[in-house]
């Protein structure tokens, strides 16, 4: 059995990093850490080749060599712990937080590309049947709508987010994307994805930009996107303080930062509305310009997402996280939970 590090050990390790020398002890302790981690559940699904073997692991380790921990992350793990448990659990973290990054660019669908391929190119039969009214800089702001249309040409879409998903909700979906490794990458096929973007010019009868559009795209498919981490270098190792299990801490936190990432800004506040605040569906509705049946379908589209991270048991646990994440400066609740 393999011997585990001492306190003193650990100190030598640091007292040798600050002079610019890392001691053969410590490369193994990351190396233990990181065989420890994919053991256990700690980076289970995060794999970059889809299962965990030797030999993946040691580039993974290789690449969290390179990649974070001489780039800075050692330095702040020796600054932000002082002792050998949280020094490995801060590792641990960190190695986690980088393959999350990694699967997140590889795996993210690309809807907004093709979006854009279907309207300059169309699809087929559909050729030509979508016209760019404005050029812009900016592709996302330029103005497209369906071709020959004198109700598309006349006037803006002056909707908002809500109303776009729910015309995409809609249209329903006539075919889906079943197993496979690249199921996150395709979604949907270009003859949906042309239905689906012919489908809703047709519903708003007015022009849109690539940017709403996309913005449109992704929060349909929004199961298909990777949870967006929201990452806090400083609070690892401070919100152990209370005495609460540091790991516990941080998965709540975890769990809670990808729940928000995933539900819009107006979920969120209505959603917060609705069980913080006990508002009727009414009041919600008048507080934020909407019909009531809006309210009442962003309620229950957040509970959703909710209930797609948490478990019942565990959901004051990680509602009460959520709201505590908002006096750190998450942008997307400052709206609606600030003192």
Not at 144 to 159: H, N, P, V
Request: proline share 4%; charged share 30%.
């Amino acid at each position: 059995m393999t011997r585990s590090p001492t306190q003193q050990e650990f100190e030598v390790w640091c007292e040798a990093f600050q002079r610019g020398t890392v001691t053969p002890e410590l490369v193994t302790f990351v190396n233990s850490v990181a065989a420890a981690a994919v053991a256990g559940t700690t980076l289970s699904g995060l794999s970059p080749e889809g299962k965990w073997t030797p030999e993946v692991l040691k580039d993974a380790v290789g690449d969290f060599w390179s990649e974070r921990l001489l780039c800075g992350t050692l330095q702040q793990a020796f600054e932000k712990t002082d002792g050998l448990g949280p020094f490995g659990r801060y590792l641990e973290q960190a190695l986690r937080r980088m393959l999350i990054d990694a699967k997140r660019a590889s795996h993210a669908p690309r809807l907004r590309a093709r979006v854009r391929k279907i309207l300059v190119e169309g699809e087929g039969e559909g050729e030509g049947e979508f016209t760019r009214f404005s050029e812009q800089t900016d592709p996302g702001e330029e103005l497209w709508g369906l071709s020959g249309g004198e109700d598309t040409e006349a006037k803006r879409c002056g909707g908002d987010e809500a109303s776009l998903l729910t015309h995409l909700h809609a249209l329903g979906l006539e075919e889906t994307i079943q197993g496979g490794s690249d199921r996150a990458a395709v979604v949907v096929s270009n003859p949906e994805l042309s239905r689906l973007v012919r489908g809703l010019f047709e519903r708003v009868r007015c022009q849109l930009t690539l940017n709403e559009l996309s913005t449109a795209f992704r929060q349909r498919f929004v199961t298909h996107y990777p949870p967006g981490i929201i990452h806090d270098e400083e609070m690892t190792w401070e919100i152990g303080a209370d005495g609460n299990d540091p790991a516990e801490v941080v998965d709540a936190r975890e769990i809670a930062s990808c729940v928000l990432a995933r539900l819009t800004e107006r979920q969120v506040v209505v959603f917060v509305e609705r069980f913080r605040d006990n508002q009727t569906l009414e009041q919600i509705a008048a507080a934020n310009g909407c019909s009531r049946d809006t309210a009442d379908n962003e309620v229950k589209r957040a509970s959703e997402v909710i209930r797609e991270f948490v478990e019942v048991d565990d959901f004051a646990r990680i509602w009460k996280t959520m709201l505590d994440l908002s006096s750190e400066g998450v942008e997307v609740l400052e709206r609606s939970i600030t003192p």
